[in-house]
């Protein structure tokens, strides 16, 4: 068993943020549609079909356009530390060979069984545990300390047993 204590921060929980939308298909679209801009107003002041202000505001539009998901994850990571009872304050996590992950923090408590993680993703500043879909443990870097290696193992070896097949 072993046990560590998370102090989210909105900057661990924008990290994770940008990472889950960013990895996603739409994440990239974004990026590829705002760099079509970027190209496509080049390209019309090369060819001689706007000026130089019209190239402007294509740049200027697609900054806007690329920058516009990084600002609103800013933002909700900020509102989510401050509102959400698992952010706000300390939580103690729980990770047992046999029960899974339990969260205990001031005024609840969460479970979440081996059989429910579903993956593991590393970002930068965080490691996220999904149990669903579009729902994930999320753990600053900095609050594993010496635990960093036998917790990560654990997750990995119980992934691995939910992926096995199945007799």
Known sequence: MSKITVHMTK????????????SKFSGF???ILGFAVIFLGI???VTGRTGVKGAAFYLIAALIFMSCTPIQLKI???????????YKGPVVYIFSEEDGITAEWEDGRRHIDWTEVVRAVVAPKTIGVYYGKEQALIFPKQDFGDEFLPI???????LAANSAPKE
Not at 76 to 86: D, G, L, S, T
């Open 11 to 22: 900057e661990a929980l924008y990290d994770f943020l940008l990472y889950h939308a960013y």
């Open 29 to 31: 679209l974004i990026n």
């Open 43 to 45: 390209f019309s002041y």
């Open 76 to 86: 909700r990571a900020k509102k989510q530390v401050e509102i959400n009872p698992e």
């Open 152 to 158: 990560y193992q654990m997750i990995v070896r119980h």
